[in-house]
């Protein structure tokens, strides 16, 4: 055979590979290209003046199911303070409600939350709140690296290091509205929506940022709930305590205890607005006989102007008024209707929060006074509509 044959026919046979393959290559459906994400898409609140973007990274698989009974904690704070709280110790479900300003800060978040905290993600909602004008957050399209080393809590603890104070963002903090919006994403729903609390689903503890749960909270209050015979009007008064800036949060009460024999800590709010926390009556708590895990350890009667942190079943309890904006009132307007409802308080022993530092008379804004004062006016109004609201209570606050 000639060679100009075989070349021929080499020829031949490579330009029918090369048909084939052109005709397989249309036969097999182009890879679809994934979606552009989109934009979360908000909802203006009541006053129209904010914007609520509900699960920006996605809900996390089986949240609206309750299997078993859970305890949810629920938290808000700007960017930084969110990242504090993220970096902490709870290692049950989150649900977090972020003031979007800064805006480098959210996008931060968002980044990190993105990236080398992504296993948080199997256990956090996460909802944003933004002035109504403004764009919606912006979420990062791929996954980014830890800027150095530390890894999830490094990061955390970068943004939280450079977070400005939440009453100096030039905007108005929608603390209760944030707080409305923290327990709905816990619940599944709304705070003052569904059938009359009942033991045996979902329980939220609402805290700020800067209040940390003590260890092993989660879990004694579900073996608390699992031995039974609880009231569902009662909620669960968690004593809260100051701990000095730069010492570690206590671990358990006996070092609590400690820390405030030795003046490094004491009962939350004790210099500034002692009656706000008399109520929980922490001298009684403080003599209480060691408790293994949280036990109902007493009552206590409601007294004006308590504000306590607590933990509550996720249903059928008062939402908090969002009309309170800023210093004042906002905590304190939820407890006295949860009085005026029917609400009883019981003090948990076994079990505690802590605030980051002290609280000192000379660290608050400028305008702390004026808000105050408005805040003040607003809640002599909200205490008579109460009276309309609860017609058949024989409770006042």
């Given amino acids: 055979m000639s060679r100009g044959r075989v070349l021929g026919g080499c020829a031949w046979f490579l330009g029918a590979l090369a048909l084939l393959q052109t005709l397989y290559l249309r036969a097999v459906p182009p890879t679809p ?7 979360p898409r908000g909802v203006l609140d009541a006053s129209g003046a904010f914007r609520v973007f509900r699960d920006v990274l996605g809900a996390p698989p089986g949240w609206a199911r309750a299997p078993r009974p859970e305890l949810v904690l629920a938290t808000h704070g700007s960017p930084g303070r969110a990242a504090a709280a993220l970096g902490g110790s709870w290692g049950g479900p989150l649900a977090l409600a972020v003031f979007g300003v800064p805006r480098e ?48 809590r490094g990061a955390l603890a970068r943004l939280a290091a450079a977070d400005p104070p939440s009453y100096s963002l030039g905007v108005p903090y929608p603390g209760n509205l944030l707080r409305n919006v923290a327990w709905e994403g816990a619940a599944g729903g709304g705070p003052a929506g569904g059938p009359p609390p009942k033991f045996g689903e979902r329980f939220v503890l609402m805290v700020d940022a800067d209040v940390v749960p003590s260890p092993g909270l989660r879990e004694g209050f579900l073996e ?6 609880l009231d569902a009007r009662l909620l669960f008064v968690l004593p809260a305590f100051e701990v000095r800036a730069g010492l570690r949060p206590p671990a358990s009460k006996p070092e609590l205890l400690r820390l405030w024999g030795a003046g ?19 001298g009684r708590w403080r003599t209480l006989p060691p408790a293994p895990r949280p036990r109902v350890a007493y009552e206590a009667p409601w007294r004006d102007p308590w504000e306590p942190f607590f933990v509550a079943p996720a ?28 609400f009883r308080f019981a003090v948990l022993d076994g079990a505690f929060v802590t605030h980051r530092g002290f609280k000192e008379p000379g660290g608050f804004h400028g305008g702390r006074e004026a808000e105050l004062g408005h805040n003040r006016r607003l809640f002599r109004g909200f205490r008579e509509e109460l009276r309309r609201r609860y017609p058949g209570s024989p409770r006042r606050c």
Avoid: M, W
């Fill in 33 to 39: 290209r994934p979606p552009p994400r989109r934009a």
């Fill in 105 to 152: 800060g959210l996008e931060e978040l968002l980044a990190i939350l993105g990236g080398p905290c992504r296993s948080l993600r199997s256990r956090l909602r996460l909802h944003v709140v933004l002035g109504a004008a403004g764009p919606p957050p912006k979420i990062p399209e791929a996954p980014r690296a830890p800027r150095s080393a530390g890894g999830c």
């Fill in 224 to 229: 608390l709930l699992r031995d039974g015979g």
């Fill in 264 to 282: 490094d800590a004491r009962p939350f709010y004790g210099t500034l607005c002692p009656r706000c926390q008399a109520p929980t009556d922490f």
């Fill in 315 to 342: 249903r059928g309890v008062p939402p908090f008024d969002e009309r309170f904006l800023q210093y004042g009132f906002n905590r304190i307007s939820q407890a006295c209707e949860l009085h005026v409802a029917g």
